[in-house]
């Protein structure tokens, strides 16, 4: 059961409208054109510079942040891929993911402010998201290198490491990916039902982001639903979704379609939680930090 904090957040967050940025394909479109006349900052937080040492290059057109703990070199490296729908910047919540990261596991994390949707698309977009990991892994130092991503983010991770995967045969140590979506047709059969019952996401604002993402490419080609893609020769996989959450057909689908293909998979699905808990502040989104610092710290001494 949920914790009496998870309860009252989602709630609050229903109640105050989060729900209705993806409520419908007309809302989304109407995101997308505030957010072209007046772009939302993508810059980390004045305080996240108090305990890590953080610069900023360009990949062609995209800002990638480098954030590493201060005080020597770093243990591990992650190369974090937020969410948003492809249309939403980077938020406080994210840069509380990689402070966690960077102070509790010591790790450099490489976060890359992608162009959002429907500038950056996925034939654009997957090619960098493969260039960005490749460079992580071979950038050398002590430890591994753990691929992150949520929501929307841990598609773009997945297609990532999929193309690299048919680059080179090359991988990180591991993927973890939280409440991914990793089919933007939306068409699996259980998400009506789960729909009904989740606070913050909805079908058809989805499914106008991802139209959006794709571009000139069907929604179904891999690069944008990754889910669609093969998965034998792929790292190692930790996933975390909630049962309020309409992507959690494809959490549950992964895990399927990953151990089918002989890739080593555990899901970790929380009961009554929503798109998004491992970000929130809540006892079980706490919960799913620790693990996935765990998880960053066992990539260090790989």
């Known amino acids: 059961m949920p914790s009496l904090r998870s309860k009252a957040l989602s709630a609050a967050l229903a109640a105050t409208g989060r729900r209705r940025r993806f409520a419908s394909a007309e809302a989304v479109r109407t995101r997308v054109a505030q957010s072209a006349r007046r772009p939302a900052s993508h810059l980390p937080p004045r305080s996240l510079g108090r305990v890590a040492d953080i610069s900023r290059t360009f990949v062609g057109a995209w800002p990638v942040y480098d954030v590493c703990p201060r005080g020597g070199e770093p243990d591990a490296r992650v190369l974090y891929f937020h969410g948003g729908g492809f249309v939403d910047e980077l938020e406080r919540r994210h840069w509380a993911m990689v402070r966690a990261l960077v102070v509790r596991a010591r790790a450099r994390v490489v976060v890359p402010a992608y162009a959002l949707a429907p500038r950056g698309t996925a034939d654009r977009t997957v090619p960098v998201a493969a260039d960005l990991l490749s ?66 996401s909805a079908r058809p604002g989805l499914l106008e982001a991802g139209r959006l993402y794709a571009g000139t490419l069907p929604a179904e080609d891999p690069r944008v639903s990754p889910l669609r893609g093969t998965f034998a020769g792929l790292a190692p996989m930790t996933v975390f979704t909630g049962t309020r959450d309409v992507l959690a057909t494809d959490g549950r689908e992964l895990l399927r379609r990953a151990r089918a293909a002989g890739v080593e998979a555990e899901l970790h699905e929380g009961t009554g939680l929503p798109h998004g808990y491992p970000l929130l502040p809540v006892p079980e989104g706490r919960a799913a930090r620790d693990r996935i610092v765990e998880l960053v710290r066992s990539a260090a001494n790989a």
């Open 135 to 200: 460079g992580l892994i071979e950038s050398g130092g002590a430890g591994g290198t753990v691929l992150l991503g949520d929501s929307s983010g841990a598609g773009l991770a997945l297609a990532g490491a999929q193309r690299l995967r048919d680059r080179t045969g090359t991988q990180p140590s591991r993927i973890v990916l939280v409440c991914p979506w990793l089919d933007v047709t939306m068409s699996h059969p259980d998400q009506a039902a789960i729909e009904a019952a989740d606070p913050l």
